[in-house]
C-alpha cells in the first residue's frame, strides 16, 4: 500500500531527516519512499513461516532495486538507507510499528 506523509513540508523534511540520523541525503532530498514489510506475511507463505521471513525481505528488496532502475532511467538521483529509527520511521508513514516494519528508505531527488 502506498501511503503518503501529511503535513507542512518543512515538517516532513525535519522528521524525515531526524529519523535517519540527521543525513542530509534524508532531509535534502525531493523525496522519500518508506519501504515496509507486513508481518502477517511471513506466515501466508507457502513454504512456511522462516521462508516467508526471507522472502520478504527479497521482495522488498527488490522493490527498492525497482526504484533505483526507474530512478536511474529518469536521470534522478537515488540513495538507498537503512539506518533509521524504527518508531520514527513508522511515524512518517502513520503505520503501527509493531505489526508493519519500515525496513529502507530509499531518497530521490536531482542529482548533484
Ligand atoms: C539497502 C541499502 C541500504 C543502505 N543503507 C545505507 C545507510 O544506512 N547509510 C549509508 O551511508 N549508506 C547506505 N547504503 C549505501 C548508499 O545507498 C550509497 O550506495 C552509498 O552511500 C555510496 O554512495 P555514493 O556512491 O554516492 O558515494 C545503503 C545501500 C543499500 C542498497
Redesign the pocket.
Known sequence: MLRASTGAVPVRRACTRAAALN?DVSGDVAAVFVLTIARAGFTRDPAGAARGYRHTFLEV?MT?ERLYLKAGALGLGV?????FYDDEAAALVGIDPTPEWPV?FVTLGWPA
Open positions: 543525513r528488496g527498492g540513495c538507498a538507507v537503512g539506518t529502507h
